[in-house]
């Protein structure tokens, strides 16, 4: 598939969008188009998937199998290679077909059919390897919310209408590499949450960012067993680590019910077998789903700053994750609460990258213990990227890259990058937008541990116990830009110029008042 087509399926995917923009609100619609382009998915892999299975029957149309044995043994191939099942009967294509039978000028009725299709969906999953991968996937579309329509007839017109462009959408899931249906899934998530706003960032990481993480946590790897994402969204994070090195598991946890089963379809939608990722659904400091496991590689982007139990949970004083540091991360700011269950996951040969605000860096009390534990006792500090502010979604402040191993050695020196300069991003409209040439600058100074001037420094950890621990990047990279000298002779003769200048004005200034016979206004 060429640039071009590519686009155009992203644009076409979002077309979508302009049927319901004005009829639903932007944060209900995201739900439904997502939905539909995932049952118009899975419909397509199970015909092409059954259409394989019948190569060299009598009948090799899926549509067209009635025999009951016959079915029987491509619901149980699929429930095993799929994870799901679908009918003939209930097709992407057959419902589109029925709803645009027109029935006394108006739309087929189809939402009770859909919504049984939805079910079966999720029902044929029960009892198999993939129940919980499918499980309660479609909750969010309710057919029957007022959302869609104020009648019965509304919500129906307006489902099988934008059903009717999705089917004029040809995925080609036969001819497409994987990811680039995957891809326009991504473009059309990125486009919700860059008009979401504050909320934006409980679901969706900028994609440069993203890019610099799985980069980061990727280094001197070609293959990683497992990635985690303690607070992953949308899933995009963990994929995109997949891009970089061949990932054989992908593990994530997000709390969001709403974003966790969007987090399961981006994953069946980049052509992910179900056996091969694991996210569930659940508050991860509170309730860790996966807290015997250690994985080769950590990338996350927390919450800022978030509130949480703290010492009001007695437990957590004695949690594996954050008893050795002393002191547990203030009740108003987890940062530290996740930067530290991050390491407790991390493998002894993995690398962790994760996004945070720039307090950490210098922030005192339990935080400053915390971080000389960190960096004094465990030798786990590997780089610090400072990034520019305004570059996430729904908040413009500075943020900050901290990189974390397990296996580095006594003498190991840390990299400190300052990516925040003015050359070092673009605006696009009211973000600052990192380029590839700036990721690719940041990545090369971090995998060569190279010294630039104003840009980057490599600090020993005894300079680092030199300045308290205190981890602020203007601390070790001086980006101070001293001032051209003053030419006071040329700014003499700018003077004498400028009064010459102003004499000669005035002058003819009065000869204008003398002529009309009228006083001199100064």
């Given at each position: ?57 009598d ?65 044929s ?23 869609l ?30 990811d ?36 980061l ?69 509170e ?80 935080e ?28 413009s ?9 397990k296996?580095r050695?006594?003498?190991?020196k ?34 060569n ?16 116990a ?57």
């Amino acid at each position: 598939m060429t640039e071009d087509q590519k686009k155009n399926l992203e644009t076409q995917l979002w077309g979508i969008a302009n049927l319901l923009r004005g009829k639903i609100s932007a944060d209900d619609y995201r739900d439904y188009i997502l939905g539909f382009i995932f049952f118009k998915y899975l419909s397509e892999k199970q015909y092409l998937y059954a259409n394989e299975l019948l190569k060299g029957e009598d009948v090799t149309e899926y549509t067209e199998v009635t025999d009951s044995d016959t079915l029987q043994a491509i619901e149980e191939e699929s429930v095993e290679k799929l994870g799901y099942y679908l009918a003939p009967n209930e097709l992407f294509r057959v419902l589109v077909a029925k709803g645009q039978s027109k029935v006394e000028g108006e739309s087929n009725y189809i939402l009770e059919d859909l919504q049984a299709v939805l079910n079966h969906i999720e029902d044929s999953t029960r009892n198999t390897e993939s129940e919980e991968d499918f499980n309660a996937l479609f909750e969010d579309l309710d057919l029957q919310s007022n959302k869609l329509g104020r009648t019965v007839q509304a919500r129906n017109d307006i489902v099988v209408e934008i059903l009717g462009f999705l089917s004029k959408i040809d995925f080609q899931l036969d001819e497409l590499e994987s990811d680039v249906l995957g891809d326009a899934y991504e473009y059309l998530i990125a486009k919700f949450a860059a008009g979401a706003g504050k909320s934006a960032g409980e679901f969706y990481t900028p994609q440069k960012v993203s890019k610099i993480l799985a980069k980061l946590v990727t280094t001197g790897k070609d293959r990683l067993r497992s990635v985690y994402d303690p607070t992953c969204g949308s899933g995009s994070l963990l994929l995109r680590v997949a891009r970089e090195a061949e990932v054989a598991e992908f593990f994530g946890q997000e709390q969001n019910r709403t974003t966790y089963n969007l987090a399961r379809m981006n994953m069946i939608l980049h052509d992910v077998h179900y056996r091969d990722f694991d996210i569930k659904q659940a508050d991860t400091l509170e309730e860790p789903q996966h807290i015997d496991q250690r994985f080769e590689a950590v990338v996350a982007n927390p919450p800022f700053s978030a509130h949480w139990k703290s010492s009001a949970n007695p437990l957590n004083d004695s949690d594996e994750r954050f008893s050795p540091y002393g002191r547990l991360a203030p009740k108003t700011k987890a940062d530290y609460a996740f930067l530290t269950h991050m390491l407790h996951q991390l493998d002894d040969n993995g690398i962790m990258a994760s996004v945070f605000p720039h307090g950490v860096l210098f922030r005192g009390a339990a935080e400053g213990t915390i971080r000389e534990y960190i960096i004094k006792e465990m030798n786990a500090l590997d780089a610090v990227i400072g990034l520019p502010a305004n570059i996430f979604y729904g908040t413009s402040i500075p943020t900050c890259i901290l990189v974390l191993k397990k296996n580095r050695q006594p003498e190991d020196k840390v990299v400190f990058i300052d990516a925040s300069g003015d050359d070092h991003y673009i605006k696009e409209g009211n973000q600052n937008v990192l380029r590839d040439e700036d990721v690719d600058l940041i990545i090369e100074t971090y995998r060569n541990r190279a010294a630039k001037d104003k840009y980057s420094h490599i600090a020993s950890l005894e300079e680092i116990a030199e300045n308290d621990y205190n981890l602020n990047i203007p601390r070790y990279v001086d980006t101070f830009e001293e001032e051209e000298p003053v030419d006071i002779d040329a700014v003499s003769r700018e003077l004498k110029q400028l009064d010459k200048e102003l004499d000669e004005t005035n002058k003819e200034i009065q000869k204008f008042c003398d002529e009309l016979g009228i006083g001199t206004p100064f």
